[in-house]
């Protein structure tokens, strides 16, 4: 059956330190991965998409990497603040036509001082 | 820019009652839309597609008849939970992709509507 497996434990981090988030699917032929961030009592919003002939992406404190050999990606925040503290959840889509979205279960990120 | 709007936020109602919740795109035109259901600390579940001037296409296992959906202009789509029990409480999510850009694989989504049927 497919799967995308996300850490569900809490990861919690320092100010300053990085922080890495892991995404694991099974049963999936992505044609792209998408990270989102999601607040308590909020929908999620889009951070950032990698494409699965792209093996990194970067976008200001946040890097996404794609293997689809290990049918992982991971999702990293260098400089990690407190206002970073989120849900992150990764999405698939296998259709490859950005209709049909399946979510990861999330990460819970805390970032103290 | 790309903003979505849901209301009501939060919704109470009783059992056996139907609720309708709006989706609307401010700033973009959205021939598509999703709707998305969120349990407590569960992952977003696709209900259903939405699609401007036409039937939705519901997910395996969501009823059409107990969640209609309704997509009549650009900008709004509504769902409505029909005959509500307690276990239809939860964080209603919708999202929207702007027809001006049909490569993009963004989707915008609204901020959800907590609904808790009692």
Known sequence: ?113 | GAVVSQHPSRVICKSGTSVKIECRSLDFQATTMFWYRQFPKQSLMLMATSNEGSKATYEQGVEKDKFLINHASLTLSTLTVTSAHPEDSSFYICSARDRLVPHSYEQYFGPGTRLTVT
Do not use: M
């Open chain 1, 1 to 113: 059956s497919q799967k995308i497996e996300q850490n569900s434990e809490a990861l919690n981090i320092q100010e300053g330190k990085t922080a890495t988030l892991t995404c694991n699917y099974t049963n999936y032929s992505p044609a792209y991965l998408q990270w989102y961030r999601q607040d308590p009592g909020r929908g999620p919003v889009f951070l950032l998409l990698i494409r699965e002939n792209e093996k990194e992406k970067r976008k200001e404190r946040l890097k996404v990497t794609f293997d689809t050999t290990l049918k992982q990606s991971l999702f990293h925040i260098t400089a990690s603040q407190p206002a970073d503290s989120a849900t992150y959840l990764c999405a698939l889509d296998n259709t490859g036509t950005a209709s049909k979205l399946t979510f990861g279960t999330g990460t819970r990120l805390q970032v103290t001082l």
